[in-house]
C-alpha cells in the first residue's frame, strides 16, 4: 500500500515543482530589473527587451517542443528541459553585459514553456483518472506559489550584494528537485505498465496505449479522422477564450486598474500582487478539491459566468470613475541615482515596480512594458503577466477620492477577486488539463504545444490591444468586451465541451472517435456533461 502512495507522492511532486519553476521563473524579473537598471544603465527599449526576451524562447519552444515530447518522450523532455533551464540560470547569473541578460532569459523561456507541457501530459499518462485532475491542477498551484515565492526572495535579496545573480540562480532549485522525482519514475504510460504492481495506472490502459495504435501526423489535427477536427476545435477554443476574456489585462493592469478606480500610491501594488496572488492560490486549491468531483465541465461554466458578471462589474464601475494615466517608464537610464535613491537601497517606495500576479498556464503570460505612452509591450507564459520595467509611480498625488465613491472603490475591489478567484478555478488549471486528455498519445505533444502557441499569440494580441482599445472606446466599454466575450466562452463550453472526468484516457480517446463533433448545436444536456458510457479495455490486449 505504501509504494502506489509514494508513486503518487512523485508525480504531485513533478507536477508542483514543475509549476514552482514557472511561476518563479516569470516572476524573478520583477525584484530584478530595477537593480539591473541601476547596474547596467539600462534604457526602457532595452528594459523591454530583456523583459520580453523570455517570450522569443517561449515561442520557439511552443512551436518546436512537441516534436520533442513525442519524439524523446515526456520524461527526457522534462530532464532536458531542466538543464536547459540551468544553463539559461548560469548565463543569467554570470552575466556581464544585456546581451547574456538576453540569452539567459531566452534559454529559460524555452526551457520552462517546454516544461509546462510536458508535465501537464506527463503526470496525466501516469495517474489514474481519480487523480488525475487533481495531479495536473497542481501544476497550476505551483505556478502561483512559485509567483508569491519569488516575491519573497526579491525582498530579501533587494539590498544584497549582486543580490539580482542571486535571484536568477534559485530558480534552478526546484528544477533540480523535480529532476531528482524523476528518476524514481517511469519513462511513459508503456514503461509503467511493467510496473501494474506499484502504480495505478488509467484502470488497465496502460498496456494499450502505445500497442498496435495508429500513428498520426501533425495534418491529421485538421482533419476528420478520428473526430480530430473536433478534438483541434474544442481545444483552441479553450486556450483562445482563457485569453480573449481580458484576463491578462486584468491581471497586468490590476495596479493600474485599481489606481483609476481610487485606490492610490502603494496600495493598488499591494493588491495586485500579494492579495490577487493569495486569492489565485485559495481558488487554484479549491479547484484541485473539485474537478475530480464536478467535473471539468461544471468548473468552466461556473467560472466563465462569474468572469463575465465581474469584469462586466468592473466595467461599470468605471463609468462613474475616470480612468486615470498610469506608471510611465523612465525615459532615463539613470533617472534614479538624480533622484537621489542609493544604488544599493533595493527598491525605493516611490520607484518600485508593482509586483504584478501572472496567470497560468499555464503556459500563458503576458507580459508589461510601459513607454511615455503607457502602451503594454506582451511578452512570455500560460499559459499566463510578467511585471512592469522600472517604473516611475505619479509624484503628485491626487485628492482623495469623494465619499460618495467609496462604495464604488470596494464595488471594483471585489469584483477583481472574482475575476481572479474565477480564473484561477476554471480556465486557469482545467483548460491544460482537458488538453491533457482529449488527444491521441501519438500526437498528445505536438497537439498541446500547437494550442499553446495560440495561447501565447491570444496573449500578445489582447496585451498588445488594451491601452489602443481603452483610447478608442474607453475603460468602461473595454471590459464590459470582455464580457461579452466570457459570455460567447460560456456558450463555446456550453454547446462543444465534454465532460472528461472518471474517464481513462483511452475512454476518452474512443468517445472522441465515436462522434463526429464534440457535441451537436442543439443538444441540451445537464450540467455535469456528457455521460459516457465505461469501455471495458482487457489488459490482455
Request: glycine share 10%; aromatic share 10%.
Amino acid at each position: 500500500m505504501g509504494r502506489p502512495s509514494l508513486f503518487l507522492a512523485l508525480c504531485a511532486s513533478v507536477s508542483l515543482l514543475g509549476g514552482l519553476t514557472f511561476g518563479y521563473e516569470l516572476a524573478v524579473i520583477s525584484g530584478a530589473l530595477l537593480p539591473l537598471q541601476l547596474d547596467f544603465g539600462l534604457s526602457c527599449s532595452e528594459q523591454e527587451l530583456l523583459v520580453g526576451s523570455l517570450l522569443l524562447g517561449a515561442l520557439l519552444a511552443s512551436l518546436v517542443g512537441g516534436f520533442l515530447i513525442d519524439r524523446y518522450g515526456r520524461k527526457q523532455a522534462i530532464l532536458g528541459s531542466n538543464l536547459v533551464l540551468l544553463a539559461g540560470s548560469l548565463s543569467l547569473s554570470l552575466a556581464s553585459s544585456l546581451a547574456w541578460l538576453v540569452l539567459g532569459r531566452s534559454v529559460a523561456g524555452f526551457a520552462i514553456s517546454l516544461s509546462s507541457m510536458a508535465c501537464c501530459i506527463y503526470v496525466s499518462e501516469l495517474v489514474g483518472p481519480q487523480q488525475r485532475g487533481v495531479l495536473v491542477s497542481l501544476y497550476e498551484a505551483g505556478v502561483t506559489v512559485g509567483i508569491l515565492l519569488s516575491y519573497a526572495l526579491n525582498y530579501v535579496l533587494a539590498g544584497a550584494l549582486w543580490g539580482w545573480r542571486h535571484m536568477f540562480g534559485w530558480a534552478t532549485a526546484p528544477a533540480l528537485l523535480q529532476s531528482l522525482s524523476l528518476l524514481l519514475l517511469p519513462p511513459g504510460t508503456v514503461d509503467a505498465a511493467a510496473h501494474r504492481d506499484l502504480i495505478p495506472l488509467q484502470g488497465g490502459e496502460a498496456t494499450k496505449l502505445g500497442l498496435g495504435r495508429p500513428r498520426y501526423s501533425f495534418l491529421d489535427l485538421f482533419r476528420t479522422r478520428d473526430n480530430m477536427r473536433g478534438r483541434t476545435m474544442v481545444g483552441l477554443g479553450l486556450v483562445l477564450f482563457q485569453q480573449l476574456t481580458g484576463q491578462p489585462n486584468v491581471l497586468c493592469y490590476a495596479s493600474t486598474i485599481f489606481h483609476s478606480v481610487g485606490f492610490r500610491g502603494a496600495s493598488s501594488a499591494v493588491l495586485a500582487s500579494v492579495g490577487l496572488g493569495a486569492v489565485k492560490v485559495a481558488a487554484t486549491l479549491t479547484a484541485m478539491g473539485l474537478v475530480d468531483r464536478v467535473g471539468r465541465r461544471a468548473l468552466l461554466i461556473a467560472g466563465c459566468a462569474l468572469m463575465a458578471l465581474s469584469v462586466s462589474g468592473i466595467g461599470l464601475v468605471s463609468f462613474a470613475v475616470p480612468m486615470d494615466s498610469g506608471p510611465s517608464c523612465l525615459a532615463v537610464p539613470n533617472a534614479t541615482r538624480l533622484s537621489g535613491f542609493p544604488v544599493d537601497s533595493g527598491l525605493p517606495s516611490g520607484l518600485a515596480p508593482p509586483l504584478q500576479p501572472m496567470t497560468d498556464q499555464s503556459p500563458g503570460r503576458p507580459v508589461l512594458s510601459t513607454s511615455e505612452k503607457t502602451k503594454p509591450h506582451p511578452g512570455a507564459g500560460d499559459p499566463t503577466a510578467l511585471p512592469l520595467p522600472a517604473l516611475s509611480i505619479v509624484p503628485a498625488a491626487p485628492p482623495s477620492p469623494a465619499p460618495e465613491h467609496a462604495l464604488l472603490h470596494w464595488t471594483a475591489l471585489v469584483c477583481m477577486m472574482l475575476f481572479v478567484s474565477a480564473f484561477s478555478f476554471s480556465f486557469g488549471p482545467v483548460t491544460w488539463l482537458v488538453l491533457s486528455e482529449v488527444y491521441p498519445v501519438e500526437i498528445r505533444g505536438r497537439a498541446f504545444a500547437f494550442c499553446n502557441s495560440f495561447n501565447w499569440a491570444a496573449n500578445l494580441f489582447i496585451s498588445l490591444s488594451f491601452l489602443d482599445l481603452i483610447g478608442a472606446i474607453g475603460l468602461s466599454w473595454t471590459f464590459l468586451l470582455y464580457g461579452l466575450t466570457a459570455v460567447f466562452g460560456l456558450g463555446f463550453i456550453y454547446l462543444f465541451v465534454p465532460e472528461t472526468k472518471g474517464q481513462s484516457l483511452t475512454e476518452i480517446d474512443q468517445q472522441f472517435q465515436k462522434r463526429r463533433f464534440a457535441l451537436s448545436f442543439g443538444h441540451r444536456q445537464s450540467l455535469a456533461g456528457i455521460q459516457y458510457s465505461r469501455i471495458e479495455v482487457s489488459a490482455a490486449c
